[in-house]
C-alpha cells in the first residue's frame, strides 16, 4: 500500500516520457520549414548549374573540348537542377 | 570609408611559418578564427561534461542537449548503421556552427563565407561516403545511379543525369552555406554604411540615419537565425547523403 503512490508517480513519469519521445525530431523543422525547404530547394538548383558548369570548364581546361564542355555542362546542370527540384518539391518513389 | 569587401579579405598575421609547393604559407586572420572556433567548441564540450552529474547543472545540459540535437538528427535521418559517422556529422555541425557565430563579432572575419573552406569540408563528407559506399557495397554502389523502375531504354540518359546530380552534391551543399554567409554579411555591411552617410550628412538628413540602424539590427538578429540554421541544414544534409549512400540498395 506505501508503495502504490510511488507507482503512480513512476507511471506517470513513463507515461510522460512516452508521449514525448513519441514526438518526432521534426519538431525544429516544423517552425522553420517554409523558408529551410524552399531555401534548399533554391539553393540545390543553383548549385546544380553552378556544380556541372564547374565540372564542364574543368573537362575544358584538362581535355581540350572548348567550348563545347562548358556549354554542355550548363544544360546538363540546368536538367540536373530542375530533376533535384521536382524530386524534393513531389517526394520521389525511387530515393 | 572603407570598402565593403574588406571584410572578407585575408591577411596574414606575421611571417610566414613554411611553405608548400612555392607558396608560403602564414598563420591568416581566417586560421587564426577556424582555431577560435575549435578551441572553444573543444573547451565547451570539455569542460561542460567535467561534472559528469547525473542531474545536468546548465553547462552540462547544454552540452547535452547539441549532443542529443544531432544525434536524434543523424539517426532519424541516416538509420542505424550511421551510428560511426555520428562523430563526424557532429564535428561538421558544430565547427560551422562556431564559425558562423564567431564572424558575427565586430572587426571578425566569418571563415564560413569563403567558398574554399565550405567545399573543404563538403568534398572531405563525399569522400567519406564515397569511400563508405564502396567498401560496404563494392561495385554493386554504382546501382546508385539507377532508379528503379526506369524503362530500359531511357536508362543511359537516366545515368548520366544521376551521376551529375550526385556529383554537385557537395557544390551545393557549400556554395548554400557560402553564399547565405556572404549575402548576409554584405547586407549588414550595406546598412551600416547607409547609416554612417546619413548621419554624416546635412542636419535634415541625420534624424533619417535611424532608419537603416534599425534596420540592421533586424538584420543581426536574422543573422544569428541564418547562422544556427546554416548549420543545421548543412549537418541534415550530410546525414541526408549519408544515408543515399549506406541504404540505397
Not at chain 2, 574588406?6 to 604559407?25: T, V, W
Amino acid at each position: 500500500m506505501a508503495g502504490d503512490p510511488e507507482h503512480e508517480k513512476l507511471d506517470d513519469l513513463s507515461a510522460r516520457i512516452r508521449k514525448a519521445e513519441g514526438k518526432s525530431t521534426i519538431r525544429v523543422a516544423d517552425q522553420v520549414v517554409a523558408p529551410m525547404k524552399f531555401s534548399r530547394i533554391g539553393f540545390d538548383f543553383v548549385g546544380s548549374v553552378l556544380g556541372c558548369t564547374l565540372l564542364g570548364w574543368l573537362a575544358d581546361t584538362y581535355m581540350g573540348t572548348k567550348p563545347w564542355g562548358v556549354m554542355v555542362m550548363v544544360l546538363v546542370g540546368f536538367c540536373v537542377g530542375v530533376i533535384n527540384m521536382w524530386r524534393a518539391l513531389a517526394g520521389s518513389k525511387t530515393e | 570609408m572603407a570598402s565593403l569587401l574588406e571584410e572578407f579579405e585575408i591577411h596574414d598575421l606575421g611571417a610566414p611559418l613554411f611553405s608548400i609547393g612555392g607558396h608560403s604559407i602564414a598563420f591568416t586572420n581566417s586560421a587564426l578564427f577556424m582555431f577560435l572556433a575549435i578551441g572553444s567548441s573543444t573547451a565547451l564540450m570539455v569542460l561542460a561534461m567535467r561534472p559528469q552529474a547525473v542531474i545536468p547543472g546548465r553547462w552540462q545540459m547544454l552540452a547535452e542537449k547539441m549532443y542529443d540535437f544531432i544525434a536524434e538528427m543523424v539517426e532519424s535521418t541516416a538509420g542505424e548503421q550511421s551510428k560511426p559517422f555520428f562523430p563526424f556529422i557532429f564535428t561538421i555541425f558544430t565547427f560551422i556552427l562556431f564559425c558562423n557565430l564567431f564572424g558575427m563579432l565586430p572587426r571578425s572575419l566569418a571563415v564560413t563565407s569563403h567558398i574554399l573552406i565550405n567545399v573543404s569540408i563538403a568534398l572531405s563528407l563525399f569522400a567519406i561516403i564515397i569511400i563508405t559506399g564502396f567498401i560496404k557495397h563494392g561495385l554493386h554502389f554504382f546501382h546508385l545511379f539507377v532508379p528503379a523502375g526506369a524503362p530500359k531504354f531511357m536508362l543511359p540518359f537516366l545515368v548520366v543525369i544521376e551521376f551529375f546530380s550526385f556529383a554537385v552534391r557537395p557544390f551545393s551543399l557549400s556554395i548554400r552555406l557560402f553564399a547565405n554567409m556572404l549575402a548576409g554579411h554584405i547586407l549588414l555591411g550595406v546598412f551600416a554604411g547607409m547609416t554612417v552617410t546619413l548621419l554624416a550628412a546635412g542636419w535634415m538628413l541625420k534624424p533619417l540615419g535611424i532608419l537603416p540602424l534599425g534596420i540592421n539590427i533586424a538584420i543581426t538578429g536574422f543573422e544569428f537565425f541564418v547562422a544556427f540554421l546554416q548549420a543545421y541544414i548543412y549537418a541534415i544534409l550530410s546525414a541526408v547523403y549519408l544515408r543515399d549512400a549506406l541504404e540505397m540498395h
